[in-house]
């Protein structure tokens, strides 16, 4: 059964409805699955949990998915970027579960490597301790935090092959390949799409098997959103 | 005349040691690249997953795939390399960071931080503070001494904690502190500040290194 896809709609349809759980790879807009955010949008499916680490700005990112309120729950480390995010968790209705970023990477990729949960140092004494088991190891306190699977992943990759075998390219990394690990059907967007033997072995970030469906994205917008500039002497 | 920014970064970057693996978070923090002492070998950390973090890119280097963990856009270095986030926070974590410098709302003399939310505003998340301070090897605190002349160097923080008992050292406009085995201690004062100066602004109890007045 082949992997391939021709769009975003094409791999993601028949996997969407209401309520579900979504993870999705990228850090800010950087390495973010563009196309799947998209054709979620178009879709209309709501009540989502969504667990990826920013809930990017108004009209791009995870924020489209705010505009017509399709995002019931956020599990996020930081969320600063979004005005109508901000306007929506104020009047309570949105949902968000602040977990440090180290300790959501890490749930995310326990869950995808079936480790039930895993004790942490992080949090210890704050907010995030609360309705967590602590438990001392040598000395110091940890917090007992869950891994996390979820019902659906999106995630952006650099080159991609039939196979699903993923590269991803500098800091576009980022979330992209826990985020693979932890969906029960993962659909990867590609900049380039190759045939079978296209692929250094070497140099696979994600390995296909936590692939099922994978498409090249015709375009991708990559917005910047700290557009930083060294001054040439 | 309290330090500025720039003279609490060069401060900071005494901190520095040949090797050191470093984590620099936003504001002032960021400025102590600009104080490394040249020849020395340290390497810039960045959470989204970037070691070795190059200056900012000319027009013709932008690339919307090298960010830092402040979104800015960066280069990368001969030495550099990019890796997951959570393999990056596994450097954080697992003791691998040499030193972390960030900023902060509130230090309590117990060496509790809290930097991340004040109740009542909107709340961003605490990103990756919370495994900066509970998992670098030393945590150094640069802030201003006081907010709208409230002291920021406190006896129990009041906003939410970002870590409890994890500050090493600090450095504000006005005098530096460690956090020794006997407890907070005032190691130096700015120039022309005095030490009753800084006991006025500051609610926490601290000991004195002898010969400072």
């Given at each position: 059964?082949?992997?391939?896809y021709?769009?975003?709609?094409?791999?993601?349809?028949?996997?969407?409805?209401?309520?579900?759980?979504?993870?999705?790879?990228?850090?800010?807009?950087?390495?973010?699955?563009?196309?799947?955010?998209?054709?979620?949008?178009?879709?209309?499916?709501?009540?989502?949990?969504?667990?990826?680490?920013?809930?990017?700005?108004?009209?791009?990112?995870?924020?489209?998915?705010?505009?017509?309120?399709?995002?019931?729950?956020?599990?996020?480390?930081?969320?600063?970027?979004?005005?109508?995010?901000?306007?929506?968790?104020?009047?309570?209705k949105?949902?968000?579960?602040?977990?440090?970023?180290?300790?959501?990477?890490?749930?995310?990729?326990?869950?995808?490597?079936?480790?039930?949960?895993?004790?942490?140092?992080?949090?210890?004494?704050?907010?995030?301790?609360?309705?967590?088991?602590?438990?001392?190891?040598?000395?110091?306190?940890?917090?007992?935090?869950?891994?996390?699977?979820?019902?659906?992943?999106?995630?952006?990759?650099?080159?991609?092959?039939?196979?699903?075998?993923?590269?991803?390219?500098?800091?576009?990394?980022?979330?992209?390949?826990?985020?693979?690990?932890?969906?029960?059907?993962?659909?990867?967007?590609?900049?380039?799409?190759?045939?079978?033997?296209?692929?250094?072995p070497?140099?696979?970030?994600?390995?296909?098997?936590?692939?099922?469906?994978?498409?090249?994205?015709?375009?991708?917008?990559?917005?910047?959103?700290?557009?930083?500039?060294?001054?040439?002497? | 005349?309290?330090?500025?920014?720039?003279q609490?970064?060069?401060?900071?970057?005494?901190e520095?040691?040949?090797?050191?693996?470093?984590?620099?978070?936003?504001?002032?923090?960021?400025?102590?690249?600009?104080?490394?002492?040249?020849?020395?070998?340290?390497?810039?950390?960045?959470?989204?997953?970037?070691?070795?973090?190059?200056?900012f890119?000319?027009?013709?280097?932008?690339?919307?795939?090298?960010?830092?963990?402040?979104?800015?856009?960066?280069?990368?270095?001969?030495?550099?390399?990019?890796?997951?986030?959570?393999?990056?926070?596994?450097?954080?974590?697992?003791?691998?960071?040499?030193?972390?410098?960030?900023?902060?709302?509130?230090?309590s003399?117990?060496?509790?931080?809290?930097?991340w939310?004040?109740?009542?505003?909107?709340?961003?998340?605490?990103?990756?503070?919370?495994?900066?301070?509970?998992?670098?090897?030393?945590?150094?605190?640069?802030?201003?001494?006081?907010?709208?002349?409230?002291?920021?160097?406190?006896?129990?923080?009041?906003?939410?904690?970002?870590?409890?008992?994890?500050?090493?050292?600090?450095?504000?406009?006005?005098?530096?502190?460690?956090?020794?085995?006997?407890?907070?201690?005032?190691?130096?004062?700015?120039?022309?500040?005095?030490?009753?100066?800084?006991?006025?602004?500051?609610?926490?109890?601290y000991?004195?290194?002898?010969?400072?007045?």
């Amino acid at each position: 059964m082949s992997k391939t896809y021709r769009s975003a709609g094409d791999a993601l349809a028949g996997l969407l409805r209401d309520g579900m759980t979504i993870a999705a790879g990228g850090f800010g807009l950087c390495g973010i699955p563009e196309h799947c955010i998209a054709a979620i949008q178009s879709s209309g499916v709501t009540g989502l949990t969504l667990v990826s680490n920013n809930a990017g700005v108004d009209g791009f990112g995870l924020g489209r998915l705010m505009e017509k309120g399709q995002i019931r729950k956020m599990v996020s480390s930081y969320v600063g970027e979004n005005k109508l995010f901000a306007e929506l968790f104020l009047a309570g209705k949105l949902e968000v579960e602040f977990t440090p970023q180290g300790t959501l990477a890490e749930r995310m990729r326990a869950g995808g490597a079936g480790i039930a949960g895993f004790y942490t140092r992080t949090g210890v004494g704050t907010l995030a301790e609360q309705g967590k088991e602590v438990r001392e190891f040598d000395g110091h306190k940890y917090l007992l935090e869950r891994g996390i699977t979820c019902d659906l992943a999106i995630v952006k990759a650099w080159k991609g092959d039939e196979e699903g075998n993923l590269i991803y390219r500098k800091t576009a990394r980022n979330f992209n390949p826990l985020a693979a690990m932890c969906g029960k059907i993962t659909v990867a967007e590609v900049e380039q799409l190759l045939p079978i033997g296209k692929i250094d072995p070497d140099a696979v970030g994600t390995p296909g098997i936590f692939v099922h469906r994978i498409f090249q994205g015709d375009h991708f917008e990559k917005r910047i959103e700290q557009r930083t500039i060294r001054k040439v002497a | 005349m309290p330090w500025t920014r720039e003279q609490m970064a060069e401060r900071a970057a005494k901190e520095l040691q040949e090797g050191f693996y470093i984590n620099l978070g936003i504001g002032i923090p960021t400025l102590v690249a600009n104080y490394i002492p040249p020849g020395m070998r340290i390497v810039l950390h960045s959470e989204n997953g970037m070691l070795g973090i190059g200056p900012f890119p000319t027009e013709n280097e932008v690339d919307p795939d090298l960010i830092n963990a402040g979104k800015q856009t960066v280069t990368e270095l001969p030495y550099s390399s990019y890796f997951d986030s959570a393999t990056s926070f596994a450097m954080i974590r697992g003791g691998h960071i040499d030193l972390a410098i960030l900023g902060a709302m509130q230090v309590s003399q117990d060496g509790d931080i809290a930097n991340w939310m004040v109740p009542g505003k909107m709340i961003k998340g605490m990103g990756g503070a919370m495994d900066l301070v509970a998992g670098a090897k030393r945590v150094l605190v640069l802030m201003e001494h006081t907010a709208k002349n409230e002291a920021k160097l406190v006896k129990k923080c009041t906003l939410p904690l970002t870590g409890e008992k994890v500050v090493n050292k600090i450095i504000t406009d006005l005098a530096e502190f460690e956090f020794r085995d006997d407890g907070l201690t005032l190691t130096a004062l700015a120039p022309g500040v005095t030490e009753s100066g800084v006991r006025q602004r500051t609610e926490a109890h601290y000991r004195i290194t002898a010969g400072i007045s």
